[in-house]
């Protein structure tokens, strides 16, 4: 539980900082030393969740973690939320602009509570050292790989108040991307723990979405943007076969024969790369494949 829980928040702080949101809060500092302790403390946790059965200490321990994590969360999201209200209202893309006064009094408790949240962290990673925790690195990696694994079924429950957004990409889809005589791609931007895949997976199910398009893709990307892996998810969701190609020519024609004279719609799912190189690389590789008109990318990212 704690495990996955701080998996999540750390992520979540990564976007934090990727979107210039320390920043524009004026926390890079608390940040800074958030990241540091939560990855020590992240590295004995498969340790420290073993020794919980046997030791009082380390199950209270595990307890004080669970409870400042999500404390933090509930910090990083009021922030993104705030600054997502007032870009929307000023009008703003960036979000290094001026504040305005009426958020200053926000800024200063956001600074307090940040600050409160470091030191209490700060706490807990010196505690740690009492229990003689084992590092365990490598095995928390592979943890996270599988929870961080998205399918298209829908299993979160109902999200109240995104039924604009989900009309306004289910219009996108079936009618500005109907226009276009190359594949689209249309993002779903925001940081972490703002219901990207959620919003995804709603689209992707809409009955008016499945009944348009002739094919319907789910591949989901995470921090591995390896084409080859792509083609290849592309490949076993149209066929639902493993064929094994191990060359990207190989691929890069098997994808060209599935995708042949298809109005299909590929679902990117968590989307990390930064590298311009290797994205122009895939839209290549799908561009080859002569789609039918209105064929479609959504996209969901931090980025």
């Known amino acids: 539980m704690a495990e996955a829980l701080l998996g999540i928040v750390i992520e979540n702080l990564e976007s934090f900082v990727q979107n210039k949101l320390a920043t524009y809060w004026d926390v890079d500092q608390q940040t800074q030393k958030l990241s540091s302790n939560l990855t020590a403390i992240r590295a004995v946790l498969r340790d420290a969740e073993k ?113 604009q957004d989900r009309e306004q990409i289910v219009k996108f889809l079936l009618e500005d991307a109907s226009k276009s005589e190359v594949f689209s791609v249309y993002p779903i931007v925001g940081m972490g723990g703002l219901g990207k895949t959620t919003l995804a997976k709603e689209v992707f199910n809409d009955h008016r979405v499945c009944n348009h398009f002739d094919l319907t893709i789910w591949v989901c990307v995470s921090d591995d943007f390896n084409t080859k892996t792509i083609l290849q998810s592309i490949i076993e969701c149209c066929t639902g076969q493993n064929l094994n190609l191990n060359t990207l020519e190989a691929l890069r024609k098997k994808v060209e024969e599935v995708l042949q004279s298809k109005r299909y719609l590929l679902v990117l799912d968590d989307v990390w790369n930064e590298d311009q190189e290797k994205w122009k690389e895939l839209k290549g590789k799908l561009r080859c494949a002569t789609a039918a008109k209105g064929a479609t990318i959504l996209v969901t990212t931090r980025l």
Not at 121 to 138: A, C, R
Request: charged share 25%.
């Open 51 to 163: 020794k919980q059965i046997t030791s009082h200490a380390v199950n209270n321990w595990l307890q004080k973690l669970t409870d400042a994590a999500y404390v933090l969360d509930d910090i990083l999201d009021e922030c993104s939320i705030h600054s997502t209200k007032v870009h929307s209202h000023n009008g703003h893309t960036s979000c290094l602009f001026p504040l305005h006064p009426k958020d200053i009094l926000f800024c200063f408790n956001i600074g307090k509570r940040m600050k409160d949240i470091t030191q209490r962290f700060h706490d807990i990673h010196q505690e740690k050292s009492s229990f003689n925790l084992e590092l365990g690195v490598t095995k928390v990696q592979i943890v996270d790989d599988d929870w961080r694994q998205t399918s298209s079924d829908i299993t979160e429950p109902t999200i109240y108040g995104r039924d």
